[in-house]
Structures are given as C-alpha cells and as structure tokens.
C-alpha cells in the first residue's frame, strides 16, 4: 500500500520512460560519466581516474549529458 495517489503514480512512471529514453540518446561516455555521479555517488576526481580521463574531461561529459537531458525532459 502506497499512499501516492495514481496521478502520481502514473505521472511517476511516465517520468522514468522518458528518462530512460533520454539516458539511451547520450553517448556512451556521457552516459557512463553521468550515471557514476549521479547514481553512484562518484566524484569528478574519481570518476577520471577510474575512466583514465582528465577531471576536465569527466566535467565536460557530466555537462552535455545534464544539457541533453534537460533538452529532452521538460522540467528536470
């Protein structure tokens, strides 16, 4: 038992296709940057060593996914 009522729930759902969607459209490295930051908890510094990248590098990802993100999901 929840106590959202079913707008939420569908509102919610609908919210997670498209952001599964959009996630597919980044490149593979956005993604891979994006999601260790933001699922994974992983800072910058980590992410480039863990990559092999410059922290530079893993910022510039992080950005143009959250640009291309935001493109494709009105109100994140």
Do not use: C, W
């Not at 969607?21 to 891979?32: I, M």
Request: charged share 35%; aromatic share 8%; glycine share 6%.
């Amino acid at each position: 038992y929840t106590h959202e009522n079913p707008q939420y729930i569908m509102e919610e759902s609908e919210f997670m296709q498209k952001y599964q969607k959009a996630l597919a459209k980044l490149s593979e490295a956005q993604r891979v940057a994006f999601l260790m930051n933001k699922t994974e908890g992983k800072r910058h510094k980590e992410i480039a060593e863990i990559l092999g990248i410059s922290r530079k590098a893993v910022e510039k990802r992080i950005y143009g996914a959250l640009e291309k993100l935001r493109k494709e999901i009105d109100g994140i």
